[in-house]
């Protein structure tokens, strides 16, 4: 890759970072200002973040977490459950999926 292209592809990176990060604080505050929001609303929210700008990423030919997609996935799954009226322990299934990730991400570095 050049210079230029190099260049290019961090701009855009810290774009994205710089976006998300506005994004996020933008989205937690509507969450708390709207009155009647289900609760879960906010998972929601963090989930499509985070798989919107790994889409924009992944468009762009920058690299994609897979972990940032799967917490993303994880997040709207448990979000919609709880609009939905189901219990679901959150905290758990990320403690756990940071764990898979981890493991994960050493054993396929090693069998490289």
Same mark, same amino acid.
């Not at 289900?38 to 973040?49: E, K, N, Q, R, T």
């Not at 972990?67 to 609009?83: M, Q, Y």
């Given at each position: 890759m050049d210079k230029a292209m190099d260049k290019t592809s961090q701009g855009l990176e810290s774009l994205l970072d710089t976006v998300g990060w506005g994004l996020f604080f933008i989205m937690s505050g509507v969450v708390l200002l709207v009155p009647g929001l289900?609760?879960?609303?906010?998972?929601?929210?963090?989930?499509?973040?985070f798989l919107g700008l790994s889409a924009v990423r992944f468009a762009t030919g920058l690299p994609?977490?897979?972990? #940032? !997609? =799967? +917490? &993303?996935?994880? #997040? !709207? =799954? +448990? &979000?919609?459950?709880?609009? =939905?009226?189901?219990?679901?322990?959150?905290?758990?299934?990320?403690?756990?999926?940071?764990g898979l990730a981890i493991v994960a991400g050493e054993l396929t570095r090693r069998l490289r």
């Open positions: 289900p609760d879960g609303s906010w998972l929601v929210g963090l989930g499509a973040l994609v977490s897979r972990f #940032a !997609v =799967a +917490v &993303g996935i994880v #997040a !709207v =799954a +448990v &979000g919609a459950a709880t609009i =939905a009226g189901l219990a679901v322990p959150w905290f758990s299934l990320l403690l756990i999926l940071c």
